[in-house]
């Protein structure tokens, strides 16, 4: 059995998430976790709401609300939204907590004690009118290197490079709209990432694992050499400077760099977790404590790989303290809205809350998990998702469970028939699944998704061809035993389905294994070979026959949603 440690990127808390969110990193974190934990791993998925930063202080501003009750707010929203799609986090906590504050402060100080923190002295932008610093995102303009006229203060949207605020042109103050603006000095805390250079070459170099994606990223910008980066900023809302345990003395109008806080969280979640659990979290984080042996997986999108292949290792690395590292980063690319952006800010795309609104989680799930975005962007359209659903879920497999209890009840009753002699149909079947299942297995251990669910989408074909062949309702005709076995063979392959889709489709496996009684704390992943598993549901089982797992998307449908959510025409 191994310990399995996965962590997936904090989403942010200005809102419900969209598509492109959850499929970019909590999705396939969770398949993952599901997946390892039918195995008979010890799994622990941990996750929480990124809540500091400029962007949340806006989202209350504009919702009108102090920032600590929006922040509260939206964290059930989003702990609500996760529920609702199943992902299974043993935690899901907040950035805020008071446990985040302690930690962030304590590997601040750990850092300056080791030579990587430093004060600095730098010039920033600052409102005359609002009369505040304006950090990051509460600044916009023209960006220097492609023209966007709404380039924020920390990034580019339009062409991605990395800004500081005074690298815009013609900026002016998210908060007032106004023009009147400066730049002044002010002081602020520096990670002195330069001096980890080497260290961080090595560590990732000692990663030979990572998907080419997490890998390609990391070496940039090893290449490009590290920058030493700002940790603090001029807000009011975020984890306060310390130093020696006190108030930093001229850092007490300044709080930490949301980048530097929110990675950090992952270890305060779990300390939480550890809490509420009677659990060890040092065994999961601290290599002096046995995290050895724990295996570290991450999930996230393309655009969070830096903060985590060289920020936060410095965090950790740079501290001088036994803290665990990542193993395993899977990277992904981004889900597209019909080739353009989903965006949070903008209201672009269909977000969470209002998938459920349209469609159960499970064929979002399904849709999203067998088409991830791995090697490159993939575009989102309802009429792709339409196909998923209609080809994949309704008629490969749900079709096959509504065809193979209603036949078999009505001519045997609602128990398992025995009887028939196994031949040349059985034994291809079993060919078949025992390399498919070899491969769906290990393309879910190597996070290869898209491979995985063809994998997964190929054993429900076949065993559609399987009932084809054995055609027990023609066989019933002139030899009811043989007929049975087909049966019998199909209702087992329902069990198996379930057991096998799970870990993307956990709602509709649960639905499929009641059909004999079960849920999935009964069963296990497939261990034995093909006619093994195809025997495990003994002669005389009770079962029911369900409702249709899956209701089809027709076209009144993909154009009432195509004007619900802006579809381009």
Known sequence: MARILVTSALPYINGIKHLGNLVGS?????????????????????????EHGTPAELAALEAGMSVEDYCTQQYEVQRQAGEAFGLSFDYFGRSSSAANHAMTQHLAEALERQGLIEERVEKQVYSVTDQRFLPDRYVEGTCPHCGYEKARGDQCDNCGRLLDPTDLIDPYSTISGSKDIEVRETRHL????????????????????????????????????????????????????????????????????????????????????????????????????????????????????????????????G?????????????????????????????????????????????????????????????????????????????????????????????????????????????????????????????????????????????????????????????????PAQAALGVRTGLNLIRLFAVLSAPVIPFTAEKMLAVFGQSMKDTDWPKGTAREELSRLAPGTKYTTPEVLFQKIDDDMLEDWGEKFGAPR
Not at 218 to 223: D, G, Q, S, V
Not at 267 to 273: G, L, P, Y
Not at 286 to 299: E, H, N, P, S
Not at 330 to 348: C, D, V
């Open 26 to 50: 909590m999705l396939p974190a969770d398949v993952y976790s599901r997946f390892k934990r039918a195995r008979g791993d010890e799994v622990t998925y941990i996750c929480a709401t990124d």
């Open 190 to 317: 520096y990670l002195l990432q330069s001096k980890m250079q080497g260290r961080i070459a090595k560590w990732v170099a000692a990663r030979p694992l990572w998907p080419s994606l997490t890998k390609s990223i990391a070496l940039k910008w090893l290449e490009e050499g590290l920058r030493d980066r700002a940790i603090t900023r001029d807000l009011s809302w975020g984890i306060k400077v310390t130093k020696d345990g006190k108030p930093r003395p001229g850092f007490e109008n300044k709080v930490f760099y949301v980048w530097f806080d929110a990675p950090i969280e992952y270890i305060s979640a779990t300390k939480e977790w550890a809490q509420e659990s009677d659990k060890d979290w040092e065994a999961l984080w601290r290599t002096d404590k046995g995290a050895d042996d724990i295996l570290y997986v991450q999930f996230m999108g393309k655009d969070n790989v830096a903060f985590h292949t060289v920020s936060f290792p410095c965090t950790l690395i």
């Open 319 to 479: 501290s001088g303290e036994p803290w665990k590292t990542v193993d395993l980063l899977k990277s992904l690319n981004w889900l597209t809205w019909y080739g353009g952006k989903f965006s949070t800010s903008e209201g672009r795309g269909i977000f969470m809350d209002q998938a459920l609104e349209i469609m159960p989680a499970d064929t979002w799930r399904w849709y999203l998990m067998s088409n991830a975005p791995e090697s490159d962007d993939t575009s989102f359209t309802l009429e792709t998702f339409a196909g998923a659903v209609n080809k994949d879920l309704a008629d490969v497999l749900g079709n096959f469970v509504n065809r193979i209890t209603r036949f078999g009840s009505s001519k045997f009753g609602p128990e398992v028939p025995e009887g028939g002699e196994e031949g040349e149909a059985e034994q291809a079947l079993y060919k078949e699944l025992d390399k498919r299942i070899a491969s769906y297995t290990d393309n879910l251990e190597a996070m290869e998704f898209r491979k995985a669910f063809a994998d997964l989408r190929a054993i429900w074909v076949a065993g559609n061809e399987y009932l084809q062949v054995a055609a027990p309702w023609v066989a019933f005709k002139t030899d």
